[in-house]
């Protein structure tokens, strides 16, 4: 987590560094800081708290400068505080770096520097890489960056200012990303793409071991080695536009409303000919006997959507598990093995580590990923990119829904593959599939209903979600959407497994949402709403099901309809319901939806 950010060109640094910071905020946002070179030193701003913050103490401040550096911090080592935040300049005043990792051998480095001297104000492990360069500068940048890099163990994308060479700034990663700019007022260096989209579309992808140089004429890249790298300049099909708000309210609210446009893109990315179609129609499937989904968060749950729909289409049985559990439980997987890795940012530590876990035991690794570039679209041997566009609020939305649009069609060609599909079923789904966009659409017309369920709930200390196999699938997703964002406990229970202990939980007034697009368990699922009604709970009703009658529930039952699609599609749709439902909820509690307390985007660390 935590975001970076530096510049080096002919404008002031301050303003298009903060400007940036602000496209990063999703990173991290317990402070944010920056550093330019001044006429005496170097001027450090930083704030415990929002970018906000910061930008209130910036103005009316008269701090310049054509070389700079900006972060925003996720904490892992010491408090939220003004001296925990970044940049780090070491005692000299020599050095200033910002971070986005974790030193796993600080502790080592800082006493080695103590007993030198060294005098430490911070309480983080990032203060360590300052006062290391610090150490060891003798009037050579790279040379300094070569032999810190070499000294620390963990994970850094690092951006690195010397006193003594203002005309540079210096940049260098491992196991975190960092992306190079090329503008042509300026060149920066960044956590991610929308921090410098409004400037330029032109980016370099930096790896591991890299070192990128830049001044404000241009960027250098050298190897460890200090031998120069010839890298490619990429060109990033996002635009400026799609890392703004426009006009909503939250980045949420606009990321759900993009869904219909998403759908369409991503359903048109895999069935025309391209990139996409080409990895799923080249896997073939019967080189494996077992298929195995391993992501976190939300992307899990796409998975445990995805499990459901592989298996009643291709008739092989699938796992999914946490990225986090995966990558320490000596998995039973060798070459005869396919492990799908979903992530939107392509960069989450555990699904890394769960991808390499895979490939070290021979395993074949395919990636569902939003981030081109990232590290997992990069290291898994098979890449399918979602076309969701940049995803700026913490709370994933349209990217888990470009995720599960392509992990069905993998599912059907992979059926049809296996001989379980017959092609004309085949154009039947997939003819069905691309009607999703619209249906999509039409979920928008009843926003007020949904409105108005979500002001009542306001009040609820705990929410229970409920549906039957693949409605179950993405109960979890409801119910992960709603705590994440409104701080409302929330639990979702496969329907036949609440009478085996959570229906202890039901008390008067209690919400139960139940989904249910499974027309075989409808009368299944119904049976448990009646039980929660009966000992007092209110159920929201998501689905398909124009057999259902609330007026005979004596007010405990309400009733939000989807449009008819097959049951295995049907995710996509009550998604959005859920993902709508949270957003008002928390809205009408007027929590900061994007930026929910204590989570960040892009989880890089373990
Ligand atoms: C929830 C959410 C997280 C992410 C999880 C994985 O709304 O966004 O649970 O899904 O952190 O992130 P990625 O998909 O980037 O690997």
């Given amino acids: 987590m935590c975001g970076i950010i530096g510049y080096a060109g002919n404008r002031n640094a301050v ?20 550093a330019v070179f001044g006429a005496d030193g170097f001027d450090v701003v930083k704030q415990k708290g929002r970018l906000a913050a910061l930008e209130s103490r910036l103005e009316g401040s008269v701090i310049a400068g054509n070389v700079g550096i900006g972060h925003t911090r996720w904490a ?43 005098r430490f104000v911070s309480q983080t492990d990032s203060e360590v890489i300052a006062q290391l360069a610090e150490y060891y500068y003798k009037g050579d940048l790279m040379d300094t960056v070569i032999k810190v890099s070499g000294a620390l163990e963990g994970s850094y994308a690092l951006g690195i200012m010397c006193l003594d060479e203002p005309d540079l ?71 400026f536009d799609s890392a703004e708000k426009g006009g909503y309210p939250h980045f949420m609210l606009k990321e759900i409303m993009e869904q219909p446009k998403v759908l369409k893109d991503t359903i048109h990315s ?14 073939d499937i019967s080189a494996f006997d ?32 946490l990225a986090s559990e995966f990558r320490y439980k000596d ?21 890394i580590a769960a991808m390499r876990e895979a490939k070290s035991k021979g395993a074949v690794t395919l990636s569902i990923v939003n981030v081109i570039g990232s590290t997992i679209a990069k290291e898994a041997d098979y890449c399918l990119l979602t076309s969701a566009g940049p995803e700026i609020a913490v709370a994933t939305t349209k990217a888990f829904s470009a995720q599960l649009v392509l992990l069905y069609v993998l599912a059907a060609r992979f059926a049809v593959k296996l001989g379980k599909l017959p092609p004309e079923s085949f154009a039947e789904l997939m003819s069905e599939f691309e009607t999703l966009p619209d249906k999509a659409k039409e979920i928008f017309e009843h926003i007020d209903l949904i409105q108005k369920h979500a002001s009542e709930c306001v009040v609820c200390k705990s929410i229970f979600f409920i549906g039957r196999n693949i409605d179950y699938a993405i109960a979890l997703e409801g119910s992960l959407k709603l705590k994440e964002i409104s701080y409302i406990h929330s639990e979702a229970y496969a329907g036949g497994e609440l009478k085996h202990g959570t229906i202890s939980l039901i008390e008067e007034d209690t919400l139960v949402v139940a989904i249910s697009n499974c027309k075989r368990l409808y009368g299944k699922i119904m049976s ?45 749709l009550s998604v959005i319901v859920l993902q709508l439902f949270s957003y008002y909820v928390a809205a009408n509690k007027g929590l900061d939806i994007d930026k929910p307390r204590n989570l960040a985007k892009s989880v890089t660390v373990e």
């Fill in 15 to 34: 303003p298009v560094i903060v400007d940036g910071l602000k496209k990063l905020e999703y990173r991290g946002y317990d402070s944010a800081g920056i």
């Fill in 76 to 118: 892992t080592h010491g408090e939220p505080s003004d001296v925990n935040s970044h940049p780090h300049v070491g005692s000299k005043s020599k050095i200033a770096i910002v971070h986005n990792g974790i030193i796993e051998n600080y502790k080592r480095l800082k006493e080695r520097l103590e007993r030198k001297g060294v």
């Fill in 169 to 239: 700034l210096v940049a260098v990663r491992k196991d975190n990303p960092l992306i190079v700019g090329v503008a042509e007022h300026g060149n920066f260096i960044a956590s991610d793409v929308p921090a410098v989209l409004k400037h330029t579309n032109k980016v370099y992808y930096l790896e591991d071991g890299e070192i990128a140089v830049l001044t404000k004429d241009g960027a250098d890249f050298l190897n460890m080695d200090k031998e120069p790298l010839k890298k490619r300049l990429e060109t990033v099909s996002w635009s």
């Fill in 270 to 283: 895999v069935m025309s000919n391209g990139e996409n179609k080409s990895v799923a129609d080249g896997l």
């Fill in 290 to 321: 077992k298929i195995v989904i391993t992501a976190c968060g939300s992307a899990y749950n796409a998975g445990v959507v995805a499990k459901y729909v592989f298996e009643r289409l291709c008739r092989v049985s699938v796992e999914v598990e």
């Fill in 331 to 351: 998995a039973v997987i060798d070459g005869k093995t396919l492990v799908i890795l979903v992530s939107q940012s392509g960069e989450t530590a555990d699904t």
């Fill in 528 to 572: 448990n709403v009646e039980q929660v009604i009966s000992r007092g709970a209110k159920v929201l009703l998501i689905g398909c099901c124009p057999e259902a009658e609330p007026s005979s529930y004596d007010g405990k039952l309400s009733y939000i309809g989807l449009p008819e699609i097959t049951e295995l599609f049907s995710p996509s």
